[in-house]
T-cell receptor
Framework: DQQVKQNSPSLSVQEGRISILNCDYT??????FLWYKKYPAEGPTFLIS?????DKNEDGRFTVFLNKSAKHLSLHIVPSQPGDSAVYFC??????????????FGKGTLLTVNP | NAGVTQTPKFQVLKTGQSMTLQCAQD?????MSWYRQDPGMGLRLIHY???????DQGEVPNGYNVSRSTTEDFPLRLLSAAPSQTSVYFC????????????FGQGTRLTVV
């Protein structure tokens, strides 16, 4: 049972435009969400996170939106740059119930930003 | 500051062989974990540790063993390699249990033939 779902395996956008990556979750115990970026042959790197007490978090060109009622979050990249081309993973964690310390990842979305 | 260092980067094993994937971090992080990444799959947690002497199982622990004798090191042992363990393995460390800004190593690509 996949608890974190990234239903779009890939996304292609033009440089300068907005990239929107989506993530859905099923576990209502999740209360912290993270986005990681991964280049080929490298480990994932942390991008941005959001707590369930917020509905938006912004860091430069990156904004994450959380809709708890829909169990949905999205990552917006504005403006998109060719260097943003990578695989983006959505991850979630829960407090309590034995779920501490564990991150659950989605399958990832390959973003390609075309010059 | 090296961050998280994994060795080796590549390894080919024969079925039934054992080996240890090494992971070391120099950030004095208490929390360390091992993930595997397979094609079309996200990262899946194998084992994790919340401090020296404390380890626990993740989502896919079978066939793997871990120990944490020091804060810096968190080796992953494959007891008897199987082709199903062909994967890319990532070690991660973080300062808090939320894995906020978890730092990942560059990965070990393991092939079991």
């Amino acid at each position: 049972d996949q608890q974190v779902k990234q239903n779009s395996p890939s996304l292609s956008v033009q440089e300068g435009r907005i990239s929107i990556l989506n993530c859905d979750y099923t576990n209502s115990m999740f209360d912290y969400f993270l986005w990681y970026k991964k280049y080929p042959a490298e480990g994932p790197t942390f991008l941005i996170s959001i707590s369930s007490i917020k509905d938006k978090n912004e860091d430069g060109r990156f904004t994450v939106f959380l809709n708890k009622s829909a169990k949905h979050l999205s990552l917006h990249i504005v403006p998109s740059q060719p260097g943003d081309s990578a695989v983006y993973f959505c991850a979630a964690s829960a407090t309590g119930g034995g779920s501490n310390y564990k991150l659950t990842f989605g399958k990832g979305t390959l973003l390609t930003v075309n010059p | 500051n090296a961050g998280v260092t994994q060795t080796p980067k590549f390894q080919v094993l024969k079925t039934g062989q054992s080996m240890t994937l090494q992971c070391a971090q120099d950030m004095n992080h208490e929390y360390m974990s091992w993930y595997r990444q397979d094609p079309g799959m996200g990262l899946r947690l194998i084992h994790y540790s919340v401090g020296a002497g404390i380890t626990d199982q993740g989502e896919v622990p079978n066939g793997y063993n871990v120990s944490r004798s020091t804060t810096e090191d968190f080796p992953l042992r494959l007891l008897s390699a199987a082709p199903s363990q062909t994967s890319v393995y990532f070690c991660a460390s973080s300062r808090d249990f939320r894995n906020t800004e978890a730092f990942f190593g560059q990965g070990t690509r393991l092939t079991v033939v």
